[in-house]
């Protein structure tokens, strides 16, 4: 992490991190084929770190507002130690065609465990679900922190107070927008944004594909 913050990622080679580990480059070949995978073990490990730090608040709060801010905060937490890293590494990331994307296939492991931990945070809450969106949910709620990884990235702010800010005003809209959806009145609304995300969210585009069906007539 060190060597890609100072030299950048573009220009630190697998044999560079090797000597910094003091192995020889056959050696780290061995356990990671190349710079892109070191990366994925990254992504895998901050998501494993972010389900340990948000134990105690899905733990404590049965508040849907609550659960969703407190995971947040401790994915900003969690983060906060690679900040400098990932402005060098987002142009990477960003690449729609590259692995490193979130929304690549390679990806996919630690997009499925924050998806999870989403999953997670709805279950355990006193807030009713409506049964026809509760599997989109958890994916679009993980798209909402992709929003707030963005902001982060690009936020100056002492302690990334902006960002905080995004989580606890963004938490208490998410929340009452689910809570609207219960109301019939509100379905339409809410099928029509569930609709367009399932058909434009990257990653969704293929399930949906695959689970498509004939018009009828």
């Known amino acids: ?13 697998m044999r560079a991190i090797a000597a910094e580990a003091g192995v020889s480059a056959s050696n780290a070949y061995y356990y990671f084929a190349g710079k892109e995978h070191l990366i994925q073990g990254f992504y895998d490990q901050v ?8 134990r105690e608040v899905l733990a404590r709060e049965r508040d849907l507002e609550a659960r969703i801010a407190g995971v947040q905060r401790a994915w900003l937490d969690v983060a906060e130690p690679y900040h400098e890293f990932a402005v060098q590494f987002f142009r990477n990331a960003a690449d729609p065609d590259s692995p490193l994307s979130p929304f690549s296939s390679e990806s996919e492991p630690a997009r499925e ?5 989403y999953r997670e945070v709805l279950a355990g809450s006193k807030t009713k679900i409506p049964s026809d969106l509760a599997d989109a949910l958890p994916e679009l ?49 809410v099928d029509e944004v569930h609709g367009l995300f399932m058909e434009f969210l990257p990653g969704t585009m293929r399930r949906a594909a695959t689970s498509a069906r004939p018009p009828a007539p």
């Open 113 to 117: 465990a924050v998806v999870s931990l």
């Open 141 to 189: 709620l993980w798209l909402a922190q992709m929003g707030l990884v963005l902001h982060w990235i690009h936020d100056r702010s002492p302690d990334r107070e902006r960002s905080r800010r995004l989580v606890a005003r963004g938490a208490r809209l998410t929340a009452r927008a689910i809570s609207l959806a219960r109301f019939r009145i509100l379905r339409p609304l």
């Open 47 to 54: 998501a494993a770190d972010h389900r340990t730090a948000a």
């Open 1 to 13: 992490m060190r060597l890609f913050r100072e030299r950048g990622y573009d220009k630190t080679t």
